[in-house]
Every structure is written in structure tokens, then in C-alpha cells.
């Protein structure tokens, strides 16, 4: 994950968004469509982020049912895509905590006498390939965090105002979240951070 990505600037002017989500909270449905159409890319490119790829698509559109559901909440004159990406993040963790308790049963029951699971060799998958599964490991929080940080480009002052804690605390939590997924990403694969200390040095 590369540090101060930049976040994309909003795919619709303010105004048409406005009158969009205005014909929403009077019950006009289809004035979402355009609101789908303009950030479900993003939205899905965040949800790849904090739930792997494979299901970013439905974690996106649990987002946007959830969105229409809740549109009477929306503050007016608030724009719409931090809005959603709140509603988004909430979603993925529930989604993790589900898939979370779907996997401890599934490697309770590979342990089992007739029951056998596969690894994953150390070297046989890309960096990306890795950090997708140490993301997948890490805390909910954890991955939020540093999704927020090193996806969407937040600053430390933008963390703090959105998740409502001190600059200070941002600052130490991701320094600890940091280091709990360099532990899992050396567990996944040791030769990761030698690689990339070489390519430092």
C-alpha cells in the first residue's frame, strides 16, 4: 500500500447531486439511479480494499440499498459519497465479522480426522497477492484504518474528525495496526520484508 494516495474528486457537480438526493427524500426512486451510477465505481474500489475483491461488488451494494434506505437521515447540503462511504465501511464490518465465523468453522471442521485444507507456499504469490490476505487477517478496525489511510488518502486530521478521536490516538493506532499486519504479512510470506528492505537499502 502506497502512502498519501489521493482520493478521486467527486463525479458529480454538487448542485445535480443536491436535486438528486432532494428527489429521494421525497420518495422519487428513480433520481438515485444517477448517485449509483456516479460512485459505484469508487465505491466498489473501497470495498475491494476492506473485503477483498471477490466480494467488493456485493459489499458495494449493500452499501447503496442501506444509502436509499436511510435517505430521509441524510443531512441536506451534506455531500453524498462521505455520507455513503460511512454506511459502506459499516457494512464491511459486518460483512468481515460474518465471513470471519464462517472460516473458524470451516478450519475447525479441516481439523477433523478426513478433512484436509491446503496451503499457500511462501513465494509463490505477488506482494499484492499477500497484502490482500494480511489485510483479510487483520482487525476490522485495523483494516479501516489503514485503508482510509493508504487507499483513500485520508491525513491525520481527517481520520480524527471521522472516526471522532484524537490526532494523537490516529497516530498511535495506525502505528500499531501497521506493525500487526507487517507480523501477519511475515508469517504469510517471510521473504516479503527482506524484499522490500533490499529494495529500500
Not at 451510477?37 to 440499498?65: C, I, K, T
Not at 444509502?67 to 459519497?81: D, K, L, M, N, V
Not at 459502506?88 to 470471519?100: G, T, Y
Request: aromatic share 6%; with cysteine.
Amino acid at each position: 500500500m502506497a502512502s498519501g494516495a489521493v482520493r478521486m474528486a467527486s463525479v458529480m457537480d454538487g448542485a445535480s447531486e443536491q436535486r438528486y438526493l432532494e428527489d429521494c427524500r421525497h420518495g422519487r426512486a428513480v433520481a438515485f439511479r444517477p448517485l449509483v451510477d456516479a460512485y459505484f465505481g469508487q465505491a466498489v474500489r473501497l470495498a475491494g480494499a476492506l473485503v477483498g475483491h471477490r466480494d467488493a461488488e456485493d459489499v458495494a451494494q449493500e452499501a447503496f440499498v442501506a444509502a436509499y434506505g436511510a435517505i430521509a437521515t441524510h443531512e441536506p447540503g451534506r455531500p453524498f459519497y462521505p455520507w455513503l462511504r460511512g454506511i459502506l465501511v459499516n457494512r464491511a464490518k459486518v460483512f468481515i465479522r460474518s465471513r470471519n465465523r464462517t472460516r473458524a468453522r470451516v478450519e475447525a471442521a479441516a481439523h477433523r480426522p478426513g478433512h484436509w485444507t491446503a496451503g499457500t507456499t511462501p513465494g509463490d504469490e505477488s506482494l499484492e497477492d499477500t497484502m490482500h490476505r494480511a489485510l483479510a487477517v487483520v482487525h476490522s478496525d485495523d483494516r479501516v484504518l489503514l485503508v482510509l489511510k493508504h487507499v483513500e488518502g485520508y491525513t491525520y486530521d481527517e481520520l480524527s474528525a471521522h472516526l471522532g478521536i484524537p490526532r494523537g490516538t490516529v497516530m498511535s493506532r495506525l502505528y500499531r495496526a501497521r506493525q500487526r499486519l507487517k507480523a501477519i504479512v511475515e508469517e504469510l510470506d517471510p521473504t516479503v520484508i527482506r524484499q522490500q528492505g533490499r529494495t529500500q537499502a
